[in-house]
């Protein structure tokens, strides 16, 4: 019987990358005509490296210290409590202008749950929700990681393009993704601030 390394080193790429990855969520996106913004986000961030066992006591006392301190250095954040097995239970508030902005991405490069970006000359606004590639899904659901949560955008904007779950209201609509696994296609919203 020959043992393959294929799954093994997956993971460990997956975890020397050092990613947050989000569950029992509730992410809100506003985005008002006039280019005002907010982000919100109330549920848990796991951390790859702790969820997958990396560090065990000293170590794992002293990485939990640094990933608060990564979190909080974020204005946005204004909880940030680790709640044990990974998990950090958060609260993100942000709010500013796209137009002056451009880009917003919440939590950082390495873990984008949420990218905003708009591209001036075009006057297109492009909101994407995360994933996860499909190579991490197994050894995730091995480790105990669900992916659950909800993902909404309140907007009075041209929306052009959207694959949202549902949609409601009229001058401001309300688009609802409910995502509750890894076999879905991430949320994603375009606005056309050009016309």
Known sequence: MRFSFKPLLILVSLLAAGCYLPSNFRADIAISADGRYRV?????LGDSDILGGRYEGAELTKAI????RDLGRSSGFTRTFYRGDGDFEV?????????????????????????????????????RGGSIPLNFHDQLTA???????????FTDANVIDHNAHSVTGEEQRTYTWELNGFNQKPPKLVI????
């Open 65 to 68: 210290g640094v990933r608060e």
């Open 91 to 127: 609260k993100f508030d942000k709010r500013g202008d796209i137009f002056r902005q451009k880009t917003i991405r919440f939590v950082d490069n390495g873990s984008k749950i949420a990218t905003i970006s708009l591209v001036s000359e075009t006057g297109l606004l492009t909101v």
């Open 143 to 153: 480790l105990g990681y669900v992916l659950q949560g909800k993902f909404t955008i």
């Open 40 to 44: 919100q986000y109330i549920g848990d």
């Open 192 to 195: 056309d601030f050009g016309s």
